[in-house]
């Protein structure tokens, strides 16, 4: 299955949804990473730094494949019509079958207005009408995974053996989570702040059992007619 995981900065899937991500790729799944903006408006890292890194997290996750959209870092608007047709090209070129996005609820002002920009051209990718030089595509399921703010999720993946690998990708991002040199200090490089991401994934891995989890809100019902999905064991 062709999967897309979209984050707004380059950095923003390994947190959100990594270990998942990780564990698609293990499971063959074709996955894309597109990332919307360079993110070199945030206090440390150059565009060629955040660009190496990327590209190198990408391969550690197993990810054959890597985009960044070029939007402008702190410039992202869920109006601006050019953006918009340029996700919902992008989403008509990928044709996932599964598409993880970032939450819109995040304080980050292009995390909230990212996160709407995708809703929008996760729609208008399904419109025939839209942009009639491509053709229409429309994912079957949408997967929101979490910025800073929490949620009460829809479904909790089983993390736990991609965990540690997705700690490790976030880290390959050191201009953002290594405070060396003359980096300025931030929440991200903080000493807590690996921790954080630890405990949101045990929290999350509690709920269903498990060492690490990560959550998603779905965008629609999911389907069930098996319920060997519920496990096998006696009731």
Not at 141 to 159: A, K, M
Not at 220 to 225: G, N
């Amino acid at each position: 299955m062709k999967i897309l995981a979209i984050g707004i900065h380059p950095d923003d899937v390994e947190l959100g949804c990594g270990g998942t991500v990780i564990l698609a790729a293990e499971q063959r799944h074709d996955v894309v990473i597109v990332d919307l903006s360079d993110g070199t408006s945030s206090s440390n890292g150059t565009s060629g730094e955040r660009e190496g890194e990327a590209a190198e997290a990408a391969r550690f996750m197993g990810v054959g494949k890597r985009r960044n959209l070029g939007f402008p870092d702190t410039g992202i608007h869920s109006e601006n019509t050019d953006q918009v047709r340029n996700v919902v090209r992008c989403i008509r070129e990928e044709k996932p079958g599964i598409v993880l996005v970032p939450s819109a609820d995040d304080p980050h002002p292009d995390h909230a207005s990212g996160g709407r920009l995708i809703e929008r051209a996760l729609y208008f990718a399904g419109v025939r009408g839209y942009d009639r030089d491509t053709d229409p595509w429309r994912a079957e399921h949408v997967l929101v995974y979490p910025g800073r703010n929490d949620f009460e999720p829809d479904i909790v993946v089983d993390v736990s053996t991609t965990h540690t690998r997705k700690t490790e990708a976030i880290l390959i991002h050191r201009s953002q989570f290594v405070l060396d040199g003359d980096r300025t200090p931030t929440p991200l490089n903080s000493p807590g702040f690996v921790g954080f991401i630890e405990a949101r994934g045990r929290i999350h891995g509690r709920r269903i059992g498990a060492e690490f989890g990560e959550p998603f809100l779905t965008t629609k019902p999911l389907a069930v007619s098996d319920f060997s999905l519920f496990g096998t064991k006696d009731l």
